[in-house]
């Protein structure tokens, strides 16, 4: 089962960090852990990804359990443009990507 | 670069007609995909291919077909078009067919905005 879980909402004000869960308890010692993110009526964009360490990028930062069965988003400093819903992805080993529902990130000015 | 691109934006049919929507990228992926999003849902997989020539079912293939026609192309097509296939197809690429699952990124097209009347 390639699922991951993800809290349905989370809220942030402005200009603070963010840290958006993910679980992936199922994962397999060689699978990635992609991020990707939705703004309103676009396609979705990649953030992020990794393998067992931590990652860093212009747009964000990854950490992963040391067990790799979860794994938070971090975005250092929250601006209303990073309002989108935030998706949290293993890819299978067809590397299928299954996206869920993913999490739905309020920035409150 | 254009990315991925794809073609029409919106599209309304009628129940019964049929359409192919159409994908291109420009970055030399190998691996192509077709996704639809219902209101409120996250993005389901219809078709991919993992490379030029072969083609694999997703999640929900029913209903769908779709051909790989170059390394560029890559087409989705309803045959007879129902209401519950009112949705946003979104179209993506990435490189690398195989290897470790998931050691590349997919890059996704605007998407098209179909309703089915």
């Known amino acids: 089962d390639a699922k991951t879980t993800q809290p349905n909402s989370m809220e942030s004000n402005e200009e603070e960090p963010v840290h958006l869960p993910c679980n992936h308890s199922?994962?397999?010692?060689?699978?990635?852990i992609h991020w990707y993110r939705q703004l309103p009526s676009q396609g979705p964009e990649y953030v992020i990804h990794?393998?067992?360490s931590n990652v860093n990028n212009r747009m964000a930062s990854l950490a992963i359990a040391e067990d790799r069965k979860s794994s938070t988003l971090i975005l250092h400093r929250a601006t209303l443009r990073d309002a989108a819903v935030y998706y949290c992805?293993?890819?299978?080993?067809?590397?299928?990507?299954?996206f869920g529902t993913g999490t739905s990130l309020t920035v409150i000015p | 670069n254009a990315g991925v691109t794809q073609t029409p934006k919106f599209q309304v049919l009628k129940t019964g007609q049929s359409m192919t929507l159409q994908c291109a990228q420009d970055?030399?992926?190998?691996?192509m995909y077709w996704y639809r999003q219902d209101p409120g849902m996250g993005l389901r997989l219809i078709y991919y291919?993992?490379?030029?020539?072969?083609?694999d079912k997703g999640e929900v293939p029913n209903g769908y077909n779709v051909s790989r026609l170059n390394k560029r192309e890559f087409s989705l097509r309803l045959e007879s078009a129902a209401p519950s296939q009112t949705s946003v197809y979104f179209c993506?690429?990435?490189?690398?067919?195989?290897?470790?699952?998931?050691?590349?990124?997919?890059?996704f097209g605007p998407g098209t905005r179909l309703t089915v009347l």
């Open positions: 990794g393998l067992t």
């Open positions: 970055m030399n992926h190998n691996s």
């Open positions: 291919s993992a490379s030029e020539g072969t083609t």
């Open positions: 993506a690429s990435k490189t690398g067919a195989g290897g470790l699952a998931g050691y590349n990124e997919q890059f």
């Open positions: 992805i293993r890819p299978t080993t067809g590397n299928q990507f299954y």
């Open positions: 199922t994962i397999s010692g060689t699978d990635y």
